[in-house]
Structure formats: structure tokens, C-alpha cells
């Protein structure tokens, strides 16, 4: 049996990055992984999505120039083959990186399967399975391998794509986010189950690439955990680019055949409909994964959904001292997000370190949605700042962005809403639609700190960032009112919605 200080299971941007910034503080750190360094996010799930809703951000682009621009310009064809190969050529030299990086910082990769035989113990045995791009992983190559862990033990297993009982995927016809990414191209028609981030994300790549899209959610709105005018202005985007959705509805069967799938769905209003499709893809949320981990030999056992739940949420630690847990496998209040991983394995990494970090804020925590329209929040909804803060307590300034030109230029709607705390004393209300608040009364400004940041429109991933500063420093509007946002861009339409809330609005009525 080996010793180390830190054993962390999974290879995953959660595990990952625990290894990384634990080698960094000068702990000596093991990482096994049974599939590829990076995990969903590099090889399923962020990564490629992202690259290929950039190439259809493209496809869009032409019919925009053709349509509004006068550019003479149309569109050939889509060669999913060379789209595919610049796709996976990104995720290859992300891959390559990410080793590059953990070997540069000292961790020793160990592949293969890990497996707890104690509290402190860990044995991996090898796998031989490359991963789903054919990439070979990493390793020691030697054969089973036990460890002991001097400091703790870091489960960052992940998850994979739930599925529902009917027909199984079958990689062609009945399809999850993973197999459609090695499909061997695009259908004519697609029936997207579940409007969560895959479901929007994905609906949104196959209707740029031509497909006849429909989208069926079981809830009564997109992103159901999201605002309620953020699912209202994207429904309104994905709809106006002849997307189907079809909300509060479920699919009742589906029997694939030859060419396809014969879904039959109820909608809201009861009406039963039968589709034919050449697709079914499965995004109905994501599962974690405990396969082969034998938590019970360390005294662990998963919560009822199948996640292992920290008995310590500050430090992430489970009820087994030492062993702690980050990334997909945590329930929530985590967010099953790459990036709140990242965060979680700073937290866990420097605990394990002997430091004493700030928890996650899974409050502050960015929330995007890469679709066209792109949606991006950070903080309370509205409705939760008035579940939590009282009716009275909340104010709420939305703003159009075709109310400032860059809007208009985009030509694609979207809107910038901040949810507030009134401001002591404060007796007016701003909401959308409503008259702004007067300039020649700043004194009465009515909006204290900043809840909740909620944006719908192109780019807006790229445009939270301002936001979740705001939202994570407690800042009220007149802190930000006094920065200048550049013009004409769209994020003016961020600055001019801080300034009304703080009684100094300039162009909004
Ligand atoms: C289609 C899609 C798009 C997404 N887009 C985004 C996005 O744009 N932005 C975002 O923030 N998030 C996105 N996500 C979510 C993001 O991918 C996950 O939150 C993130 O990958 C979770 O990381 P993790 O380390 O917890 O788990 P994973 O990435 O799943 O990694 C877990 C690793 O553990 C390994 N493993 C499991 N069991 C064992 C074992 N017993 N022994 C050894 N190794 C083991 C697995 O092989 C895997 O590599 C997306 C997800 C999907 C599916
Ligand atoms: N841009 C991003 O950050 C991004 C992109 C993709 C995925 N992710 C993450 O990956 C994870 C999985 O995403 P997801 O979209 O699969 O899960 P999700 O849980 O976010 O959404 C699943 C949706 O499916 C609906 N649903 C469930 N059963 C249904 C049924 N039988 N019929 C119709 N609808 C049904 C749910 O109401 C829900 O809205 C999430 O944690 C997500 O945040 C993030």
C-alpha cells in the first residue's frame, strides 16, 4: 500500500481541479480516473456543445446578412464532418493541456477504476477502455494499485445522462447530449425532451442547422428554475426562430421504427399529438455516478436521488471525516455546473491544505444558457427575492435591450432585469414598464443591494460577468451607477438599468 495526501476519484473539472490547486498549496496528490482527464465537460458536455453552437451562431449569421443586411449571401451546406473534426480537434488540445498542466504541477494520474476500502483507503484498478473520442488517457500503466490517504480522500465522480423508462438510446434514432455529439450527423427533425440548459442548448444547434424542431418540457416554462421572464423572452427567441415548444406537456410514448420515432405527446391543453421524427434526444437531467465506488466500505452511503450529500456543506465534507466530496455528485443547492466545480475544489483543496476558505456561494454562482437567444443570471429570481425578502421588500427594473442601439443592431430583443432590495425609507416601486424613477430625486433613490441579475438577448454570456461582482460585493445600484459602461454596446443597457434604480436614469421611460 502506497501513501499520499490526497486521493481525489475522478478527473472531472471537479477532481481536477481539487488535484491542481492541492499540488499547488504542496500536498502530494494522487488522481485516479477510469475514462478521460476532463471529464464530461471537456469531452460531452460543455466544450463540444459550445463549439458546435459557435459554428451554428455562424449559419444564423448568413440568413441574418441575407435578411436584414443586404449581403448576398446564402448558405451551401453543412459539412458535419469538418465541423465535427475542428470540434474535436478543440477538445483534443483542451485534453492535451489539462495533462500537460496536472503533470507540470506534480500530480500523479493514475488510471483506472477507484474503488474506497476504508476511510482512508482507496484501491484503483486498471481499465483498458479509451474514451468516447478515442483518445487514450493517461497513467501510470501499472496494475491494481491501494492507497492511503495521509490527509483525505476527494470523490469528484460526476454524472451521466438520465434516462427515462421506453425505448433505450440507441446512439441513432433515441439519443442522450453524449451520443448525439458522436451521431453521424445532424437529422431533419428532432424531438428534444426537456427544456433545461441541454434541451435549449440542443434545440437551438439543430433548428440553426435546419432541422424542424419541437421541444417538450414536463414544467409549465423553459428553465424552469431560472426567472419567469427569463423563460418567457427565450421562449419568445426559440419560437421566433421556428422552434415548436410545447410547455407543461409529456411525451406519452415513443416507438422508434426504421427511420425514425413515433412520439406521442400530451400537451398542456390535454390535446394528444403524434409526431414523426428521425430523432428523440433525451435531456431530462443528469444522474450521478457511484458505479464501482463502494462507498459503503468507508461508512458512506448516497441520499435518496443517488448524490452523496456533505454533512459539512462550509467544507464540503461528508459524515466520514476526510472524505469530501465536489463537482456533479453533490446535490443541490450545488449547480451541476463546471465552473461552481472549479469552486468547490478550491474550497476542498485549501481545507484539505489546513486553511479555513469561504464556502461556495451557490447564490452568486453565474447561470448561462449558450442558446440563441443566449440567457445568463446570477442571484435570486424574482420570485424567490420575494419569497425570501417579503413582497414589499423586493424592487424590479427590466429594461428592453432594443431600447438602446446596439439592441437594435442585433435585431433580436432580449432584456436586462434587476431584482433589488427597496432601499430603507423608499416608498416607489419600479417595475417594468413603469415610470422611471426622477432624476431630480436621487435622494429617494428606491433600490438597495442588488439581488438578482437576470438577461436574455445575444451575448449575454459574455456580459454577466459585471453582474455577478455586483451580486457577490452586496453592491447597491449607486455604487454602480457612477461607472461608465462603454457606448455604444449592449452591456449600456446593464449601466442604464443600475442607473434608474438608483434615481439617476437617463434614456429610460
Ligand atoms: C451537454 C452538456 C453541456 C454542458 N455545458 C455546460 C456549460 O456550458 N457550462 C457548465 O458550467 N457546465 C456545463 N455542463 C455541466 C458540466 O459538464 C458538469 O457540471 C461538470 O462536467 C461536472 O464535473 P465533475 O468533475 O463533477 O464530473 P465529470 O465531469 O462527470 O467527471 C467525473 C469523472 O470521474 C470519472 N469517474 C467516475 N467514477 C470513477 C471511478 N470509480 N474511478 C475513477 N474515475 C471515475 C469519470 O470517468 C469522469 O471523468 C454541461 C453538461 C453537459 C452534459
Ligand atoms: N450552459 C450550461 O451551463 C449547461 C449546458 C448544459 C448542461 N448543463 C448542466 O447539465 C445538467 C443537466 O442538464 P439538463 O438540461 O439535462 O437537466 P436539467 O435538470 O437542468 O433539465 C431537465 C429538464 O427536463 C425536464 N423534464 C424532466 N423529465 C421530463 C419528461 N419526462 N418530459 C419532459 N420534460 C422533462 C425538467 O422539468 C427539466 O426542466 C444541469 O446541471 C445543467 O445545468 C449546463
Not at 410545447?246 to 422508434?256: C, I, S, V, Y
Not at 436586462?416 to 419600479?430: I, M, N, Q, T
Amino acid at each position: 500500500m502506497d501513501e499520499t495526501d490526497v486521493i481525489v476519484i475522478g478527473g472531472g473539472t471537479g477532481g481536477y481541479s481539487t488535484a491542481l490547486r492541492a499540488a499547488a498549496l504542496g500536498l502530494e496528490v494522487v488522481l485516479a480516473e477510469r475514462d478521460l482527464i476532463g471529464g464530461t465537460c471537456l469531452h460531452r458536455g460543455c466544450i463540444p456543445s459550445k463549439a458546435m453552437l459557435h459554428a451554428a451562431e455562424l449559419v444564423d449569421g448568413i440568413a441574418e446578412a441575407r435578411e436584414r443586411w443586404g449581403v448576398k449571401a446564402s448558405l451551401d451546406a453543412v459539412d458535419w464532418s469538418a465541423l465535427t473534426a475542428t470540434r474535436d480537434d478543440i477538445v483534443t488540445r483542451n485534453h492535451r493541456g489539462v495533462e500537460g498542466t496536472l503533470a507540470h504541477a506534480g500530480v500523479r494520474v493514475v488510471r483506472g477504476s477507484a474503488a474506497l476500502t476504508g476511510p482512508r483507503t482507496v484501491r484503483v484498478t486498471p481499465v483498458t477502455a479509451t474514451g468516447p473520442d478515442g483518445t487514450p488517457g493517461t497513467g501510470d500503466g501499472q496494475g491494481v494499485s491501494e492507497w492511503t490517504a495521509r490527509r483525505g480522500i476527494v470523490v469528484a465522480t460526476g454524472s451521466r445522462p438520465r434516462t427515462l423508462p421506453g425505448p433505450a438510446p440507441d446512439g441513432r434514432r433515441v439519443v442522450t447530449s453524449d451520443d448525439a455529439l458522436f451521431a453521424p450527423g445532424l437529422p431533419a427533425s428532432v424531438l428534444v425532451l426537456g427544456g433545461g440548459a441541454i434541451g435549449v442548448e440542443y434545440a437551438s444547434l439543430h433548428r440553426s442547422m435546419g432541422a424542424q424542431v419541437t421541444l417538450v418540457e414536463a414544467a409549465d416554462r423553459l428553465l424552469p428554475l431560472e426567472d419567469a421572464d427569463v423563460s418567457r423572452h427565450l421562449t419568445r427567441g426559440l419560437k421566433r426562430r421556428g422552434i415548436e415548444v410545447l410547455t407543461g406537456a409529456r411525451l406519452e410514448e415513443a416507438e422508434p421504427y426504421d427511420d425514425g420515432v413515433r412520439a406521442t405527446v400530451r400537451t398542456a391543453r390535454g390535446e394528444v399529438r403524434t409526431l414523426e421524427v428521425e430523432r428523440l434526444l433525451v435531456a431530462v437531467g443528469r444522474a450521478p455516478v457511484t458505479d464501482g465506488l463502494e462507498l459503503a466500505a468507508a461508512g458512506l452511503a448516497t441520499d435518496e436521488r443517488g448524490f452523496l450529500a456533505p454533512a459539512d456543506w462550509s467544507r464540503l465534507e461528508t459524515a466520514v471525516p476526510g472524505i469530501h466530496v465536489v463537482g456533479d455528485l453533490l446535490p443541490p443547492p450545488s449547480l451541476g455546473l463546471a465552473h461552481a466545480s472549479f469552486a468547490e475544489g478550491l474550497v476542498v483543496a485549501e481545507t484539505l491544505a489546513g486553511g479555513t476558505p469561504r464556502p461556495v456561494d451557490y447564490d452568486a454562482v453565474p447561470r448561462v444558457t449558450y442558446s440563441s437567444p443566449q440567457t445568463a443570471s446570477v442571484g435570486l429570481s424574482e420570485a424567490a427575492a420575494r419569497a425570501r425578502a417579503g413582497d414589499d421588500a423586493v424592487v424590479v427594473n427590466t429594461m428592453p435591450l432594443t431600447a438602446i442601439a446596439k439592441g437594435m443592431v442585433h435585431g433580436q430583443g432580449g432584456i436586462v432585469k434587476v431584482v433589488a432590495e427597496r432601499a430603507a425609507g423608499s416608498g416607489s416601486a419600479v417595475s417594468a414598464g413603469s415610470a422611471p424613477v426622477q432624476a431630480s430625486e436621487p435622494a429617494s433613490a428606491p433600490a438597495g443591494r442588488i439581488l438578482g441579475v437576470h438577461l436574455v438577448g445575444p451575448h449575454v454570456s459574455e456580459m454577466i460577468a459585471e453582474s455577478q461582482l455586483i451580486v457577490g460585493w452586496d453592491a447597491e445600484p449607486a455604487d454602480v451607477a457612477q461607472h461608465i459602461h462603454p457606448h455604444p454596446t449592449l452591456s449600456e443597457a446593464v449601466g442604464e438599468t443600475y442607473l434608474t434604480l438608483a434615481g439617476r436614469g437617463l434614456h429610460q421611460h
